[in-house]
């Protein structure tokens, strides 16, 4: 009984903890707190979310507050249009390593954050 009570006491705790941090990652965000704790969701269980809307819904205010609920998080940006392609952010593919070993890599030096 004292182990039930103890799990318990943890998980409450743990909730607590994360009903905290999603109240002031949503901070002042109006009809955004689902959307909030669905990036959240995602990003403590390691997968990622795609945000689709017109402009001025708080996209961009989203993933930028994210960053907060982590410790020495660090984030980039990168302004997408109707005409980018995947090259634009995660750099091009190298030639020479197609040509020379069958590899498709991209040359990532400058584009992606290390």
Not at 17 to 24: F, Q
Not at 64 to 85: C, I, N, P, Q, V
Request: hydrophobic share 40%.
């Amino acid at each position: 009984m004292a182990v039930d009570t103890k799990k318990t006491q943890i998980n409450d705790q743990f909730r607590a903890r994360i009903e905290k941090i999603l109240t002031h990652l949503a901070q002042g965000l109006i009809e955004r707190e689902e959307v909030m704790k669905l990036t959240f969701l995602s990003a403590i269980a390691g997968q990622t979310i795609f945000l689709l809307g017109p402009p001025g819904v708080a996209k961009s205010l989203i993933a930028r507050r994210l960053k907060y609920a982590f410790k020495g998080a660090k984030s980039f940006e990168y302004l997408m249009h109707r005409f980018s392609t995947p090259d634009e952010v995660f750099g091009p593919i190298s030639i020479s390593k197609l040509k020379n070993d069958d590899k498709l890599e991209r040359v990532v030096d400058y584009y992606l954050p290390r």
